[in-house]
Structures are given as C-alpha cells and as structure tokens.
C-alpha cells in the first residue's frame, strides 16, 4: 500500500520510522511519502492560508497548493482515496480502517488553521474518492494528530505488518465488542490474583469467560456499540 501525507508540518511525522510501522516501512510493506503542502506554493512567502469569505475568525487554507499537490500526487486512474481528517467528518472506526487498508493508495490532507477551502474536495471528488474522517468529537490543532492515528489503524491491517495475524481478530471493535481484561505472569502479584479460569487449561471455559468479560465491559463502558455487535 502506498500512502502520501500532506502537510505544513512533515516533522511531525518522523514516528512513522519508529515500532511496527517504521519496520513495515523499511521492509517495504508500507511505501509512505510525507510532502510538505509549502512546496506547492507559488509565492516568495509561501502563503498556504488567507483570510475567510464572510468574516470571522482564523484563516483558511488557500485552494491552489493543494489542487497542485493533489494533480502530482493522485493517480490518474482514479484508484486513490482522498483522507481528508476534520472534526466534521464520519467517525473513524476499526470497519472504517478494515475498507482504507484494502485500498492500493491513500492521500492524507492535513489541515490546519479553520481548515481547507471546501471547493477543493468537491473538485477532488471528480477525480477520486474522498472520506472526511474525524478521529473524535473534539477539536484538535491539525489534521497531522488525526492522521497519525488513522494511518497506525490502517497500517497495522496490512497483510504481514503485525506478525501473527491472529492478534488482530481478538481485538476490541473487531467484532463490535469491547476487548476481555488480559494478564500475565505472576498469577499472584501484589494481593491480586488472575482469575482461576485462566489458569485451568480449559480452552472452551476460558472463551466463554471472555465473551462474558467482553459483554459486561461492553454494557458498562459502552452501552451505545450493543445494538451493532
Ligand atoms: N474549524 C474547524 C471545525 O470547526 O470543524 C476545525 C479546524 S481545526 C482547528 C484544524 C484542523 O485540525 C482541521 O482542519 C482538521 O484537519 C484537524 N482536526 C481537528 N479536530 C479533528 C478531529 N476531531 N478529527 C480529525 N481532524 C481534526
């Protein structure tokens, strides 16, 4: 999977050489570009952002740099997806990340400031698709935080990136529950035993104590995920 970052801030990215993604991206399992948005300026001061039409507040972020950001960067086939990460988007979610990690090519536009003028998405549309995603109902600085966290989601799905594929189906959202808790040697530590389940072998009693975990976790920290699980 290739995927192009874009942004006035590239620095932020350099995580992306650290742990399981850095690796996926040394063995070439991940092909990610991070392209900062200013060298698709035309201006001495390379300007990115001007003042809002209707007034108020902030600044938004000028059309121009990134039509000609996205004229390089898009495949002319039409097989890229546009990521666009805004707190005004459809909440990001692990069956979000499973769709993005099956696509070949994917293009995040970090915002900053108000965000970007919203002509540019409608003209992208016409040439590939595009997802306005947000990491959560809250505001963030920038796109770069949001995108982080989509491109770890996506990335970790990837054939071959976590190395027993099998961590990846237990996992909370997987199937619309919450994660069981998990423990690890001691057995006794501090006053705290691991629940005797766990420790008797018996692979049947084991799952059913987890699914019970997973449903009770669920009930009581998120209510709201039950009706699609
Ligand atoms: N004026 C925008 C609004 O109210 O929807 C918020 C702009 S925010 C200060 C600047 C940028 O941060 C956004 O363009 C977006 O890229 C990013 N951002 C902020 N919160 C986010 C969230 N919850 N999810 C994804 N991206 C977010």
């Known amino acids: 999977m290739r995927i192009d970052i874009v942004t006035i801030f590239p620095e932020f990215f350099s995580v992306l050489d650290v742990s399981l993604l850095g690796k996926a991206r040394s063995g070439g399992l991940l092909d990610l570009h991070v392209h900062d948005l200013r060298s698709w300026t035309t201006d001495r001061h390379r300007t990115v952002d001007d003042t809002p039409y209707g007034g108020g507040a902030g600044m938004v972020m000028k059309p121009e740099p990134w039509a000609l950001a996205l004229d390089e960067l898009l ?120 629940p005797d389940v766990l420790l008797s072998g018996h692979h049947a009693r084991v799952g059913a104590w987890r699914h019970e975990q997973q449903l009770e976790r669920t009930r009581r920290v998120r209510p709201d995920l039950l009706p699609d699980a």
Not at 91 to 116: M, N, W
Not at 171 to 188: C, I, Q, R, V, W
């Open 75 to 194: 495949r002319p086939d039409g097989s890229s997806t546009l990521v666009v990460p805004t707190p005004a988007g459809t909440p990001f979610k692990q069956s979000i990340a499973r769709t993005l990690a099956d696509e070949p090519h994917l293009v995040f536009a970090c915002g900053r400031y108000e965000g970007i003028d919203a002509r540019v998405f409608e003209w992208a549309a016409s040439r590939c698709s595009v997802v306005e995603l947000s990491l959560g109902d809250y505001v963030l600085n920038g796109g770069e935080v949001a995108a982080m966290a989509m491109i770890e989601a996506v990335g970790r799905l990837v054939p071959g990136v976590v190395g027993n594929p099998e961590s990846l189906v237990e996992e909370s959202h997987e199937d619309g529950l919450l994660e069981y808790p998990s423990y690890t040697k001691p057995a006794s530590w501090r006053g705290l035993d691991v």
